[in-house]
């Protein structure tokens, strides 16, 4: 039974993701590695802010995160990959780096 109850207390650890991520537009930003960790960061909007603080962006607040090559708008905290790397963007279109 105790390793049963073991088992049952392992699965119940918070789910934690790690994260790279730039900010749009812009060539010289090294990136900043961004936690997510299931309780604190609760939904994408909860993300958006840790994001906003981390970047520094000088467009403002973070609104939009996209991925590096595509560009395709990431909505939801469940299609965030941990090891991947992103972009946060503001109100602005994703803008691909030459």
């Known amino acids: 039974m105790t390793s049963a ?7 119940s650890q ?3 993701k790690s994260v790279l991520v730039y900010r749009n ?3 010289f930003f090294p990136g900043r590695r961004i936690v997510i960790n299931e309780k604190k960061v609760s939904n994408f909007e909860v993300f958006l802010k840790e994001v906003t603080g981390g970047v520094k962006a000088p467009f403002g607040a973070v609104r ?3 991925t590096p090559r595509a560009g395709h708008r990431v909505r939801q905290l469940e299609e ?3 090891g991947e790397q992103y972009v946060a963007g503001g109100r602005e279109a ?3 780096l030459k």
């Open 5 to 11: 109850g073991t088992k049952g207390s392992f699965l």
């Open 14 to 16: 918070p789910m934690v």
């Open 80 to 82: 965030l990959q941990s």
């Open 94 to 96: 994703f803008k691909k």
């Open 64 to 66: 939009n995160i996209y």
């Open 25 to 27: 537009g812009d060539p």
